[in-house]
Nanobody
Framework: QVQLVESGGGLAQAGGSLRLSCAAS????????MGWYRQAPGKQRELVAA???????NYAESVEGRFFIVRHNAENTMFLQMNSLKPEDTAVYYC??????????WGQGTQVTISS
């Protein structure tokens, strides 16, 4: 089993910054892809950013240039630095790990609320 624990969500003003953290533990296979997804009320869950074990990244167009994803493989941690935040970034953010078999593991989610 893989356990993912997010932290760092909260309330920020438009134009501000927040940093999300995800700590993974358990039976973690490599290679894998870790990522952040978000789900706003009434909307489907969407990919925000992802990073492979080798460091290759992928960003949603809506966050390109504002959000930055990094991971530290030795500590099994991942971070999302979110800058120039907008009200439309408001959502529950979920940490995800897709293992070598393609199975998705999810964290419990952390609320991010951006006020205008």
């Amino acid at each position: 089993q893989v356990q993912l624990v997010e932290s760092g969500g909260g309330l920020a003003q438009a134009g501000g910054s927040l940093r999300l953290s995800c700590a993974a533990s358990g039976s973690i296979s490599v290679p894998n892809v870790m990522g952040w997804y978000r789900q706003a009320p009434g909307k489907q869950r969407e990919l925000v950013a992802a990073i492979g074990s080798g460091g290759v990244t992928n960003y949603a167009e809506s966050v390109e240039g504002r959000f930055f994803i990094v991971r530290h493989n030795a500590e099994n941690t991942m971070f999302l630095q979110m800058n120039s935040l907008k009200p439309e970034d408001t959502a529950v953010y979920y940490c995800n790990l897709k293992d070598v078999r393609g199975i998705d593991h999810w964290g419990q989610g952390t609320q991010v609320t951006i006020s205008s």
